[in-house]
Structure formats: C-alpha cells, structure tokens
C-alpha cells in the first residue's frame, strides 16, 4: 500500500479512536457546530442538493429548503460519527425495531432475503446492527478509490459481522448467497444511468437500480425494504417492512414499491436523506 494510502488509514484509526472517547452528546454537539461550518463552506453540489429538496418538497419556502439543506450537513457528520464509533455506538444506544418478526418469517422460506434502502438515515448502524444481532448480512459494497479509506470502512464492516462482496463481483456469487439463505444488501436509490428502469421518484422520472427486482424474480427471494432514523440523541429506529410482490410483478412494479416506501420515510425525516447525488440527472430517452 502506497505512503498516502497508508497515512490515511492511520488518521481514520486516530479519528475513531477520538470519537469513540465522546460522549453522544458531545458527538451531536460537534456535529451541529461542524455541519454549520461546512454548509458555508463546502460549496459542492450545494446547488444540486437544493434542486433536489425543491423537486421532493415543492410546497415548502426557500427559507424551510435552506434549513433542511443545513440540517443534512449536521444529520450526516453525526451518522459518520456513529459509524467511527462501532461497535459502541450501537452497544450504549435505544434502537427500537420495528418488523423484525418479516425479516424473520423472510429468512424461514430458506430462499435468501433481499434488503433494500436508500441513502437515508444511519445506513452503516443499521447494517452493523444486523451483523452484531448475527443475521447472515452480506453487503454489496462500492471500493472506494483512496485504498486507505477502502481498507478501514470495510475493517469496520467485517469487525461487526458485515461481509463484503465487491459490486462487480460475479452474479453467481450472489444468487450462490441467497441459496445459502443470506440477506443480500442493496442500496437502491442512486442514478442507475441507462441501465436502470425509469419510475417516478417524487413524481419525476428517474433512472433506478432494477437489480433487487431481477434478482427477486429468477430467485424467489422475499424482498424487505429496512431504514434506520435518527430520533433523538443516541435513540434510534430501525423499521423492517415487507416488499409486498405478487406472481404478475416484474421489474418495475417492484421498483416502484421499494421506491414509495423509501418516498414515504424521507417526507417525514428529509433532513436525514442524502440529497446531494444527481437523482435525476439520466432522462428518459
């Protein structure tokens, strides 16, 4: 591994180790001073990230955008904070669930599960929380390009009981885990370009990862659609729901089930989605 490589590594090490030693309230607090500081400062798609709250929320002024856009910046330096922290950040936490008992009667069939979310929430926590509750987690994960970075996310993943399947890893290996009746974790909310499958995402079209609903109809696979929010300072919830499918389902009709579930939660808490990927920057042709 190459110096610049290695010294990030070590300064990921040393950051977790510091915001392991606070306390949650200090984290918030942190975190409400330093999302301040980057909402004026980091520029970078603050514009893109506007356009997107406008196009999901249109009926609120510029003023509650603006103040939801601020909140963002606080929300996902808190949830990187808590990811730094696991395991601790889950063994010293009020996580109430609700719906384990559909993961659960899913993972009977014996068929594999399909998990599906979106960027909302605490997504590293909830996927450490299946992985230290033991339920047979497989992620499949984007490499990031630092390897430095790379190596210490998934050191943290697997130390809490995540298991990694690179993206472009082969198909066989995950239709190989769902026969092994593991849960496979998709994130399914980013630009899927022109191989996705376009549906109304906030009542505009958008290109959506459709590998859920393929892998689903060869497999038979139970699909659950699960989200973490944050509802107070170290208290959270993690909500399992049923990806309800039917014999005459294809691709885009379960899409656009998962996609309304995840629609649903982002309205009630948009300060915790990731507004600043281009949703909608594929059109249809």
């Known amino acids: 591994m190459k110096l610049k490589y290695r010294i990030t590594y070590n300064l990921l090490k040393l950051l977790s180790n510091f915001v392991q030693s606070l306390k949650p309230s200090t984290q918030f607090n942190f975190a409400n001073k330093f999302g ?24 609120l002024s510029k003023e509650e955008i603006e103040n939801i856009l601020k909140d963002t910046y606080r929300f996902f330096i808190y949830s990187s904070m808590q990811f730094l922290s696991l395991p601790k950040s889950i063994s010293g936490a009020n996580i ?28 590293e926590l909830l996927l450490a929380w299946f992985g230290i509750n033991q339920y047979p987690l497989l992620l499949i994960g984007q490499k990031q390009k630092n390897i430095g970075a790379d190596k210490f ?38 630009d899927a370009k022109k191989s996705g499958v376009f549906i109304n995402f906030f009542g505009v079209k958008a290109s959506t990862p459709k ?6 109809l060869k497999s038979k696979s139970p699909i659950i659609f699960v989200t973490c ?20 389902s294809d691709v885009e009709s379960i899409t656009i089930s998962y996609t309304h579930l995840l629609e649903n939660i982002i309205k009630r808490y948009p300060d915790q989605y990731f507004w600043f990927h281009r949703r909608w920057k594929t059109k249809p042709s």
């Open 36 to 59: 301040f500081i980057c909402y004026h400062i980091l520029k970078v798609r603050q514009k893109e990230a506007r356009r997107n709250i406008t196009i999901a929320l249109p009926k």
């Open 96 to 123: 109430s669930v609700n719906g384990e008992q559909y993961l659960q009667k899913a993972l009977s069939k014996n068929k594999g599960v399909l998990l599906v979310s979106g960027h909302f929430g605490l997504w």
């Open 153 to 190: 996310i998934n050191e943290i993943r697997k130390n809490n009981g995540i298991n990694i399947l690179p993206r472009k890893s082969s198909l066989e290996l995950m239709y190989s885990a769902l026969e092994n009746n593991d849960i496979l974790a998709l994130a399914s909310d980013q």
């Open 211 to 216: 590998g859920a609903a393929l892998f689903h």
């Open 229 to 248: 929010h944050m509802k107070s300072i170290n208290k959270y919830v993690i909500n399992i729901v049923p990806v309800k499918t039917e014999n005459k």
